[in-house]
């Protein structure tokens, strides 16, 4: 099938090229001219696992091709608007300045049966409103949430765990399952399973999703500071949890809490969105969501400002990690960029590493230190701070940190190390709902 996809960020850029690497002919639009010109040379513009491969292998396929021109997605028969919806300056709502400027600015170029498909996360009502931008045109829209994970985008685009169409109702209904079927053929024939439900269904389906696990993160982070105040282990306690199969011990990591382009501003914008519909107080229950969450990260920096006795100025600590989660270079509302900034902020001599996220991270906070490799970071620290798990970190053995650091504190972030193991070679290693 010939497709568009319009914006070219995380989502839109793995999804035209996932498309293209399943065999439609994908047109990825995008108006950032720098972004188009990395995607057209095979080049991924962010970190993501998979992408460069899927990417080269499309185009080498002549499937896919990139354009700054909106013009360029007439032709296609589905469209995939895959634009960001950033949180608002100074509220909690999302901001749909780009979903509605990309269906205004593809009116012109619909033809009769072409399907306009919302990928983006929006607040529940916005589907219908945008349906109503289509009168005229021929065209008809549908709501396909996307799930992807950053760090696993491609196969979670190419082998999705579940597919959700929000269509209209009647026959231009039947027609967009239809043409969303035809799009999602291989993953429909492996059976993954789908529900067809209507726009709103379908718009809350992601948000409702995003919700539920940044709630299930925030519960474990709420038992943790339970923990701290009693001397129960949270990792042990997650462990038991888990062999509830009705809880399962998924999202059940205690430590810094969430961050990332999704969970924080999705839980806000929902909280928005209900109190505009009156009914705030049915998810008022995700302001504390986001408080617990927040509050991990001042744990983080009371427990390193602790471990220097509370002189903080001028005292070296290496802080482990940047990226809101390992396999990205993501550093959106990160809790480890967080914490590193504040320690600076406290007059620390930060020296912050990680493997991908250090140029997004220096642009946007200069004044941090940065350390070419996790050995520099430990180099003459007298804390070291683990807030982001990528493998290298979770590897690091204590015998290796001593023969670098000044110090004997390791604060683990994200209770992914040995602690006895730490312990037992002489380390004070503090984890986070570990008594
Ligand atoms: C999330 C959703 O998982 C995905 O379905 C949606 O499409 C986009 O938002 P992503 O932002 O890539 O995906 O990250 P995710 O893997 O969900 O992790 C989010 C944050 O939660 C990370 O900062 C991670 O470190 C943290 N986390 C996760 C925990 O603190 N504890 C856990 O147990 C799990």
Redesign the pocket.
Known sequence: MKLSVIGCGYLGAVHAASMAELGHEVVGIDVDADKIALLSAGKAPFFEPGLPEVLTSALASGRLRFSTELADAAGSEVHFVAVGTPQTRGSYAADLTYVDAAVDGLVPFLAEGDLVVGKS?VPVGTAERLAAKLAGTGASLAWN?????????VK?TISPDRLVYGVPDGAAGERAKAQLDGVYAKALAEDTPLVVADYATAELV?VS??AF??T??SF??AMAEIAEVSGADVTKLADALGHDVRIGR??????????????PK?IRAFTARAEELGRGESVAFLKEVDAINLRRRDRVVDLVVDALGGQVHGRRVAVLGIA???N?D?VRD??ALDVAVRLHGLGASVASHDPEAMPNARRLHPQLGFAASADDALRGAEVAVLV??WNEYRELTPEHAKELMAGTTIVDG?NVLDRDAWRAAGFHHVGLGRG
Not at 145 to 153: K, S, V
Not at 255 to 263: A, E, P, S
């Open positions: 996360t949430p996307e799930f992807l994970r950053e760090g696993f985008a979670d992601k999703a995003n696990l940044a299930k993160i474990i982070n998924r999202f059940l990591n205690a430590g810094v809490g969430f961050g990332g382009g999704c969970l999705d809101f989660k390992p990205s993501d990160s809790p982001t798990e994200r």
